[in-house]
């Protein structure tokens, strides 16, 4: 028979994320430190404006590009918060989840051959995204002793005649790190000189400690040549209603939302209704959250120093990125005897890009008791390790 698959599918690695996920689903007793999902349940009055929408009888599709008033609310809060302005009718539309946005923007703007640049360890999905669409992803390798930031100096090394987007990904997962202002003041100047596109992907946006999250569409230059994704998951604890969306200049906005009415037709109606709620009256929810991750990522950070194991300090997300290189083994197999010995799930960090060796990424978007109960096995592991050498 005809081989009913697509090569470039079959080329396309599945992520190396869930792969230890599945064992620990058959593991009784594990602790899984991996998943990078909230362990808050979504707070109850955007629960409750999700059910009364449904008691109201609102469960008809919506226009694709979503709710024209969560659309407004999307818009207030980017002027609120970075002081930009968008059309809510021509630069704003709603998607199943921000993974669903990264998917459109590469569709929607690149050619086969089109390079993009992605700075690595960086979240899983983005170079198969640009790999589907035939386009090619270039890595950026981040470095440890630049807090995992993209600098100027490795930007411009791999810009080509073919570098059409950078995939700008901060707060990221799975390293924590972020961007100042300072940092992307530099990288908008080069993406302005050179050309280039920016995918902005801010989902970790309001999960930053100590410091403000900003965008690199607030640079001179910038807005008109940014794709803004952002969601609903992650700082309002709703993962599983499946809500994102892009924001982004009219003509890029328009054909990403063409492949959006073909391929989706339109987000979730329920979700919609939650999410307005969620931006009119969900900061306090957010600020509650956000402490208590930032009280999470200090523990782990003494825990870790008490332990030995190098860790930088992360400022965004919920995730810790340590060293274990001293150790003598691969990420991947540091993970592995970790889960048989004391059955403990995290994920190695070259599931993030190769650079991501002799790294791990453990979440700590868990309960403080989950957390306490892993490191304790960790620092069992971590004993023996050291008895070993």
């Known amino acids: 028979m005809r081989d009913p698959l697509s090569k470039t599918i079959k080329d396309i690695k599945p992520s190396g ?8 689903s058959e593991m009784p007793d594990a602790i899984s430190l991996g998943v990078g999902e909230p362990d808050f349940d979504t707070p109850w009055h955007i629960r409750e404006e999700g059910i009364f929408s449904l008691e109201q009888g609102h469960t008809f599709y919506t226009s694709n590009s979503g709710l024209k008033q969560l659309k407004i609310e999307i818009c207030n809060y980017m002027k609120r918060k970075f002081d930009l302005d968008y059309d809510y009718d021509n630069e704003v539309f709603i998607t199943v989840g921000g993974s669903e946005a990264i998917d459109l923007a590469f569709r929607a703007m690149l050619d086969p051959g089109d390079e993009v640049l992605v700075p ?7 170079v198969p995204c640009v790999e589907l669409t035939h386009g090619v992803p270039v890595p950026i390798e981040l470095k440890e002793e630049n807090e995992f930031r993209l600098t100027k100096d490795e930007l411009l090394e791999k810009i080509t005649d073919k570098t059409k987007m ?25 993406c302005v000189e050179k050309d280039i596109y920016v995918l902005s992907d ?45 924001i982004a200049p009219k003509e890029i906005s328009e054909q990403m939302l063409k492949i959006h009415q073909f391929a989706i037709m339109c987000a979730p ?23 208590a991750y930032n009280q999470r990522r200090r523990f782990l950070l003494s825990e870790f120093k008490k332990m030995g194991i190098e860790c930088f300090e992360p400022f965004g997300a919920f995730y810790v990125f340590p060293n274990i290189k001293k150790y003598g083994l691969t990420s991947e197999e ?14 190695p960090g070259t599931a993030f890009g190769d650079c991501g060796e002799g790294f791990l990424r453990i979440s700590y978007a868990y309960s403080l008791d989950n957390l306490k109960l892993a490191l304790d ?11 070993e050498k």
């Open 17 to 24: 994320i869930r792969k230890f996920f599945d064992v620990v």
């Open 120 to 126: 690595q360890p960086s979240y899983v999905s983005y």
């Open 166 to 190: 950078l995939v700008l990904p901060f707060p990221n997962n799975p390293t924590g790190a972020i961007m100042e202002e300072k940092d992307l003041k530099d990288i908008a100047k080069v």
């Open 202 to 246: 801010e989902i970790y946006g309001e999960l930053t400690y100590d410091r403000e999250h900003v965008t690199i569409a607030q640079q001179p230059g910038m807005k008109e040549r940014t794709i803004i994704v952002n969601g609903f998951s992650k700082a309002y604890a709703m993962t599983g209603w499946r809500l994102g969306y892009a």
């Open 269 to 291: 109606t329920t979700s919609q209704y939650a999410a307005i709620e969620a931006l009119r009256h969900g900061d306090k929810d957010v600020e509650v959250m956000r402490e």
């Open 334 to 347: 540091f993970a592995t005897k970790l889960l048989e010995e004391q059955k403990v799930a995290v994920v």
């Open 377 to 387: 096995r960790v620092g069992k592991f971590i004993e023996k390790l050291d008895a």
